[in-house]
């Protein structure tokens, strides 16, 4: 595996990408109820393509969507973490966390327990001063998540998808921010540790 960075959570790894999270990651990709809110599903291809990106913004700069795995079988259960969002969003240039995990992972407080990890290294190792996360208004699942990381949204930050074409279904989108500051008065969290305990 590449080194680092990685992070641990009391029942989550994670970690760089390899050979092996293809397959798995391909799967999910295609499974229409995980990408419901998704333009489309992703073939193979797609997904390793993404995968390369996502490994050379690692090698770049030192952050990305880490591979998640649980602790206590190593399954890989998706994807969650920290990307750049340019200049074209309203709110850009800017860095957002995100999540997309298989069916199966759902309803278990992953998504919420691995995004606690990437907001600490986010807001300690990169020194952010914000993070956002944003979805289409209708990806309730996901702004449930964005509520339990405490983060807050605005309506004043609601915006059209600048990928997206006018009338497109998905195209209105709700910002969610947390900075540095609410991140510390809701005590950090202090779910991201550095080592396997
Ligand atoms: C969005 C997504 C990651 C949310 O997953 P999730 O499992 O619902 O998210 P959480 O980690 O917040 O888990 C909360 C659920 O786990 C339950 N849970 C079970 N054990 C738990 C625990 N130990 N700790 C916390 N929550 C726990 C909660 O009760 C809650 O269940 P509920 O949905 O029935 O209310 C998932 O639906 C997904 O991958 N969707 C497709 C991709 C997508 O849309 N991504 C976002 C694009 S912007």
């Given amino acids: 595996m590449t080194p680092g960075p990685e992070l641990w959570t009391d029942r989550l790894h994670l970690r760089r990408w390899t050979a092996a999270d293809l397959r798995p990651f391909a799967a999910l990709n295609a499974d ?5 809110y998704f333009p489309s599903t992703l073939s193979t291809e797609e997904v390793r393509v993404f995968i390369e990106r996502v490994e050379a913004a690692f090698e770049d700069r030192g952050f990305s969507w880490w591979a998640v795995d649980t602790r206590h079988d190593g399954d890989f259960v998706g994807m969650v973490g920290l990307g750049r969002v340019g200049a074209d969003y309203p709110f850009g240039p800017a860095v957002e966390t995100g999540w997309r995990l298989a069916r199966t992972a759902w309803g278990q407080g992953y998504a919420v327990e691995a995004a606690r990890a990437a907001l600490t290294y986010g807001f300690t190792a990169l020194d952010l001063e914000e993070i956002v996360a944003f979805t289409t208004v209708a990806n309730r699942r996901s702004r449930a998540v964005m509520d339990r990381l405490g983060m807050s949204h605005d309506p004043a930050d609601d915006f059209d998808h600048p990928h997206l074409a006018a009338g497109h279904p998905l195209r209105p989108h ?24």
């Fill in 32 to 36: 229409p109820e995980v990408m419901e």
């Fill in 174 to 197: 709700v910002l969610y921010r947390l900075d540095r500051r609410r991140w510390v008065a809701g005590g950090g969290t202090g779910e991201a540790a550095d080592r396997p305990r």
